[in-house]
């Protein structure tokens, strides 16, 4: 995997404008890092911004109540990682932050590719790549002439730790594998201006194997998370706890009627994950 044109392309057509790389903040870096999880990025800058403004630290964020939390995050979607965000300002808050990557993971709702983002863009510790969707893609491909399921994530570690340029940090190197993979390697590739075009082994020897069907995103319209998000969403502008009432919001927001039992289920399914407290939640949905 040759790497020696990523430096020079990376300073020219890299995404620096996104706010959260003008800091190695990790409360900023993680907020980030948990909105960006299946959330593009246009929609999260915004949103990061208004959240920082807000919360600009862990101690503002832990003083917050949850419910002002989940009214920012509405529009992200996904609102369990808002709930894991406001328990990991409390803990951090309390105790400090932790330095490796199992301290970090021991966190709320932070797995090992966010540890090891922070690790790489906040803390500048050395350790294995972070593999999200788009590294572990340029990786296998670039690397490893292979589509990534085709691969193990150790086989494509590997490749990305010893392509590194020798005058690029490792948080630059980081950044720019994840634009390489953004704008160029995509599911569908764009290899023209391509950094890595020249030395890419998929380019030179395309995998004779189909990639695959890709996995589909499961539809949103009707979907149980669309009514989760549609009762969240009421039970946050009008905190009652009546449970026609919420069924009645949420149906006026997602233009359909919903079952009693599966309007159950739902409320009962917010609970269980504590975003609405049992104490004020429908008695249904305790």
Request: glycine letters at 8%; charged letters at 25%; a positive charge.
């Amino acid at each position: 995997m040759r790497t020696d044109a990523l430096r020079r392309w990376y300073a020219a057509h890299g995404r620096h404008t996104l706010p959260w790389r003008s800091t190695h903040d990790p409360w900023a870096v993680l907020v980030s890092e948990v909105m960006l999880q299946q959330t593009q990025v246009a929609r999260v800058v915004p949103k990061w911004e208004a959240f920082m403004a807000r919360w600009p630290s862990p101690e503002a964020c832990a003083g917050a109540e949850l419910t002002e939390v989940l009214r920012l995050w509405q529009g992200l979607g996904y609102p369990r990682r808002a709930l894991a965000l406001h328990r990991c300002a409390q803990i951090v808050s309390a105790q400090g932050w932790p330095k490796s990557q199992a301290g970090l993971r021991a966190l709320p709702g932070v797995g090992a590719y966010t540890a090891r983002a922070l690790l790489a863009l906040a803390f500048r510790r050395p350790g294995r790549p972070p593999l999200d969707v788009n590294i572990r893609r340029v990786g296998a491909r670039a690397g490893l002439a292979a589509e990534p399921h085709q691969v193990t994530d150790a086989a494509v570690e590997e490749a990305l730790m010893t392509a590194r340029p020798a005058r690029m940090s490792r948080r630059d190197y980081t950044l720019a594998l994840f634009d390489a993979g953004a704008l160029h390697c995509r599911a569908v590739p764009r290899c023209d201006g391509c950094p890595l075009a020249g030395g890419c082994a998929w380019r030179r020897r395309p995998p004779a194997a189909a990639a695959g069907e890709r996995r589909r995103q499961p539809r949103y319209e009707g979907s149980f998370r669309q009514l989760r998000g549609a009762l969240l969403d009421a039970w946050l502008r009008t905190r009652s706890g009546d449970e026609a009432e919420l069924a009645a919001a949420a149906a006026a927001g997602l233009q359909s009627a919903a079952d009693a039992e599966r309007v159950a289920r739902a409320l009962h399914s917010l609970v269980a994950d504590g975003l609405i407290p049992a104490e004020r939640a429908p008695s249904q949905a305790g």
